[in-house]
């Protein structure tokens, strides 16, 4: 089952022209695993390095993902949570020198 979640504006200079998306793909035990849609509105490449959520260990790309300027990328990715996973939580995208920013997930 997919479920979106809230889109997302984002701090800094050249992650400021991204939208994204999460989408649940499956949830066993405390691991969630999601499918993440970026879209690059602006002219400049970005990399998603990693992300990040208070509630779950954070995600270090081994190969960062490329977002060139007026394109689009996807990634999956899957979260550990050491409790529960809530109803409800924010994951933060980390672009590096252009920034990072919130992504509202809803199970």
Known sequence: MLLPAAGMA????GASRIKA???VLAIKGQTMSLRIELVNLGSNS???Q???TELAQDVLLANPVSVPGYDAA???VDLQFTKAIPGVFTIYLDFGEH?????????
Not at 99 to 107: D, F, I, K, L, T
């Open 99 to 107: 920034g990072r920013g919130p992504v509202v997930v809803m199970p």
């Open 50 to 52: 990693g992300l990040g």
């Open 74 to 76: 996807s990634l999956k």
């Open 21 to 23: 998306e999460a989408k």
């Open 46 to 48: 970005v990399q998603l």
């Open 10 to 13: 984002h701090e800094g200079h």
